[in-house]
């Protein structure tokens, strides 16, 4: 019962996120905004981590198989595809190298803000 509760957290949250995709018109995906307010959610302690952690790891830890329509899709599509293949491994390449360094510098910087808070403790 305790998955269920936590699955219908996260459900309302996405349902909310798409909601606001239909009352915003920006060019937004409401997933993006049922993320964002997920995560103001459990920044501000309005849902507590315990109401949608162990839903959040089982939906992390299958995460993979979720991309399997996508690439489905993808190959139905080859024929608009196949033209601008190059172009496509260049972009998702370079992409792929942008995000991982963004990301990691991202990390970098908050574990020095929270290195220096820990140090200001002491």
């Not at 996260?10 to 920006?26: C, H, N, Q, R």
């Not at 979720?66 to 491994?89: C, D, R, Y």
């Amino acid at each position: 019962m305790k998955y269920v509760r936590q699955f219908a957290v996260i459900l309302t949250v996405s349902f909310m996120g798409e909601v606001l995709k239909a009352l915003i018109p920006l060019q937004i995906p409401a997933s993006i905004y049922g993320l964002v307010l997920m995560l103001a959610a459990l920044c501000f302690h309005i849902i507590p981590l315990e109401a949608v952690k162990d839903a959040g790891k089982f939906l992390v830890e299958i995460m993979p198989l979720m991309f399997i329509p996508a690439a489905v899709g993808l190959t139905e599509s080859w024929n608009k595809i196949s033209p601008i293949l190059l172009q496509l491994v260049i972009v998702t390449a370079v992409s792929t190298i942008l995000v991982m360094a963004v990301s990691g510098r991202v990390t970098q910087l908050v574990i020095r803000i929270e290195n220096r808070k820990t140090k200001k403790k002491e």
